[in-house]
């Protein structure tokens, strides 16, 4: 084991996690530590984002490996109902009875997670309305809410009983611009400051709000670190000129008429300039699609071996 | 005034018609002077809370319906206080004030002129012979006549036995009684009109 | 001291005829001595302005919170005359909130089992009203309702395990609600829900007068397979399986017996014991109710 097993401060620890569906992996001996902060879990769909965040919700079995949520194992009974009593969960499809009203299907939650006393559900209904901003929505039917709402109303669930631990699967999914910087802000002013894991395919994400980064492809875990040493993964891969190159393995033009590379080696001469994260991940993407064109600035976190 | 009143009544229909909107505006309205009211009959702010909640969850449920007559607010008061009187038996005995500490005789506040004008200090005659009742006496007259409980109703709120309700709003009445014959005043209303049924 | 009397409100109503602000400040914070507190009270009872003078003591966020927590609790919706009664004979509320989340769904499903009722038992009248102009009366003609009522239990008890069924289902499953719990309160629902229709429909089918209650044990029995099932092999598996504990044995009986041997007291007494050992298995089983916990 790794230095992952001594830091005690991690809120999530995996070692060794594996799920297979079928002949298809898809989580392959992932090893992973969160703590404090935003973690973001950037990755394509299809990369295991979903299983590895059911996982960690008590909800999915490994086939292999170890999980630990605020050191506890959820492979025992009476462990996993405590990692549940500090658990907010958003499942990335997120079903509503069609008859619910925003109150009745926070009521229902907060049953599920044993708060019992129908006036205290009702003080914990009415303080994720307020937390999300739907206070005012209450009466409201479900299937009269936009689409917006909703995520707002799925993130209001998740926090009911005051999570330790938050997990959001694609919640940003579907939202438009306006309503992605809304639900920023709204992760950003949430009480009590738990940790918080979201998984995404959108890099805008990671870069704006999230402390750290574990970038999944295909099962595997290729980077953990911050934003910015995502981004530093791609330094000197990304250089400028006046036209297109045919050595980059990507080339677009930008608003200043100058033409942007990013690939392996730029050739000689050129200016090469500062990554972005979007770079980073394209170019790590990239190197795991084809691993012929692997070379040593393969960057892989803790999983290197 | 009068428009007010009538607007507190359309409220009344339309929140036990399920208007969402008119119960906010009502809990506007009234929330505040019965949540003062009930703060002066119980020491704890969350039992306060709970039975200003149950009075408009009350009306929102149409489980209580206004029949006309009366003011709005004796309405809703009649059923704060005994909103209040359920929450506590629901907490237990400690929420209640301690009748003799009350309110602390140091820190009170001489009304103006004015005021005392405005709230019929020229009837002062009964006034002295009230304040010259012991807080008990006076606690069981403000339940059975100010508050409109019944004598079941007040020994709850009070935390006594019926029967100690019954003899301390008689012993009350008595020692009213007494006080104005030696201040030669005018009758003091029947005793009928006390209430202690 | 300065002692009012609450008497003398009507004269302090009308034009102008408003308490000052610093006797209603007094009186909010509890400064007011106890008679003039009265005379204020007496007169708010009845004068709208001065009690809307009041809200300005209270503090804002105070009454703000329990606005929110008073919209929320009626945005709710209030239990309905059955949960109200349920409630009164002791079932928690909290359960009753938990099988109310599911009422349309169950509505439906509770439409289609007395629909099919309906069918089955006007069937089964029509048969033994034709044969009877023929031949002595058989009770070949209630196969059909026979295999029909343990069958829709079996449905209810589907309803209640099927995530299909569920649409926030991941969400009671990362919930510290017991799982099994949750199932149970449901399937205990879904058999009542369906013995009722079954029961008052086997009055109605031309069977002998002791059928409705001949129709309990087999149902019970069904339903109890079923929840053993679900803890040994999946759900679809475990809906397979108990059905067929129900249709092999009444379509075995019926080529060669009469066909309520399947429901008489001998029979009885295995249906007993079927459903005896089933809960057994499924009480000594019930961990692996949890969802995703199963295998």
Redesign the interface.
């Known amino acids: 084991m790794d230095e992952m097993t001594t830091d005690v401060d991690l809120a999530v620890r995996v070692e060794g996690l594996s799920r297979r569906y079928g002949p298809v992996r898809a989580l392959d001996d992932v090893e992973m530590g969160m703590g404090r902060g935003i973690t973001g879990l950037l990755g394509p769909n299809g990369a295991g984002k979903t299983t590895l965040l059911s996982i960690l919700a008590t909800i999915n079995q490994p086939d292999a490996g170890r999980v630990s949520v605020f050191g506890l194992d959820p492979a025992d009974t009476a462990q996993r109902v405590e990692i549940r009593r500090r658990l907010g969960f958003l499942p990335q499809e997120l079903g509503f009875h069609r008859h619910f009203t925003v109150a009745g299907f926070l009521d229902y939650v907060a049953i599920l997670k044993e708060i019992v006393d129908r006036r205290r559900r009702a003080e914990e209904v009415a303080r994720v309305l307020a937390a999300v901003g739907l206070q005012g929505m209450a009466g409201r039917r479900i299937r009269a809410l936009s689409g917006g709402m909703r995520q707002r109303l799925g993130i209001a669930q998740a926090l009911l009983g005051d999570p330790d631990l938050l997990l959001l699967d694609e919640p940003t999914a579907g939202l438009d611009p306006e309503q992605q910087l809304r639900f920023r802000e709204l992760l950003s002013n949430l009480p009590g400051d738990p940790t918080i894991v979201l998984s995404t395919h959108q890099v805008d994400d990671v870069s704006a709000i999230c402390s750290h980064v574990v970038v999944l492809l295909a099962g595997k875990v290729r980077f953990t670190g911050t934003p910015a040493e995502l981004a530093d993964t791609a330094a000197g891969h990304v250089w400028t000129s006046h036209q297109r190159d045919p050595h980059a393995l990507l080339s677009w033009r930008g608003g200043d008429n100058r033409w942007r590379h990013l690939g392996e080696r730029p050739p000689a001469g050129v200016e090469v300039t500062a990554a972005t994260v979007d770079e980073g991940y394209l170019l790590l993407s990239h190197t795991v699609d084809n691993p012929s064109t692997t070379r040593g600035w393969r960057r892989v976190g803790r999983r290197d071996r | 005034m009068s428009s007010d009143a009538s607007h507190d009544l359309e409220l009344l229909r339309a929140v036990a018609a399920g208007d969402e909107e008119a119960l906010g505006r009502l809990y506007d309205r009234h929330a505040g002077w019965l949540t003062v009211r009930l703060s002066r009959r119980c020491s704890s702010p969350e039992v306060v809370d709970q039975a200003v909640q149950d009075t408009f969850l009350a009306l929102w449920r149409g489980a209580e319906t206004y029949r006309g007559g009366g003011d709005v607010g004796a309405f809703i008061w009649g059923i704060g206080i005994r909103r209040l009187i359920d929450a506590l038996r629901r907490e237990g005995p400690s929420m209640r004030w301690s009748w003799s500490t009350r309110r602390s005789k140091s820190s009170e506040v001489v009304v103006s002129a004015e005021d005392q004008v405005l709230v019929g200090v020229e009837h002062g005659r009964l006034a002295p012979a009230l304040a010259s009742l012991s807080p008990e006496l006076r606690a069981a007259l403000e339940a059975t006549v100010l508050d409109g409980l019944t004598t079941a109703e007040a020994a709850r709120l009070l935390g006594v036995a019926e029967g100690t309700v019954k003899s301390r709003c008689h012993r009350a009445r008595q020692a009213l009684r007494a006080a104005l014959a030696d201040a030669q005043g005018p009758t003091l209303p029947n005793e009928h009109t006390w209430g202690t049924t | ?9 009507a ?3 009308g034009p102008g ?4 602000g ?2 209603l400040a ?3 914070t ?23 003078a ?5 503090d804002r966020d ?2 703000a ?14 239990p309905g005359p059955a949960r109200r009664l349920l409630s009164r004979v002791g079932v ?3 359960l009753l ?2 099988l109310a ?5 169950r509505r439906s499903w509770l439409l289609s089992v007395l629909g099919v009722l309906a069918v089955v038992a006007g069937e089964s009248v029509l048969a033994n009203h034709l044969w009877n102009r023929g031949s002595g009366s058989t009770w070949g003609v209630l196969v059909p309702f026979l295999l029909v009522g343990p069958l829709l239990v079996l449905g209810g008890v589907a309803l209640a395990f099927l995530p299909l069924f ?13 799982g099994v719990n ?1 199932l149970l309160a449901r399937a205990v629902s879904a058999l009542l829900a369906a013995l009722l229709p079954v029961a008052v429909a086997a009055f109605f089918v031309p069977g002998p007068g002791w059928l409705p209650a001949a129709m309990l044990l087999p149902c019970l029995a069904v339903w109890c397979v079923a929840l053993a099932a679900v803890t040994v092999v999946g759900a679809t598996a475990a809906a397979v399986v108990s059905a067929a504990t129900w249709v092999l044995p009444v379509i075995v009986v019926a080529a060669s017996h009469p066909a309520l041997a399947v429901v008489r007291w001998h029979a009885q007494v295995a249906w007993a014991a079927l459903a005896a050992a089933a809960a057994v298995v499924a009480f000594v089983r019930r ?1 692996r109710f949890e ?3 199963t ?1």
Request: charged content about 20%.
């Open positions: 001291m300065t002692t009012p009397f609450p008497d003398q409100v004269s302090a109503d005829g408003h308490l000052g610093e006797v007094a009186y909010a509890n400064r007011l001595d106890e008679v003039a507190a009265w005379s204020v009270e007496a007169h708010v009872t009845t004068c709208s302005a001065c009690r809307v009041l809200r300005a003591f209270v105070r009454l919170r329990n606005r929110s927590v008073l919209l929320a609790a009626a945005a709710v919706g209030e928690p509320e909290h909130g938990l989340a599911t009422p349309s769904l569920d649409p926030s289902h991941q969400l009671a499953a990362a919930a510290p609600f017991p949750l961990d969802m995703g916990w295998r």
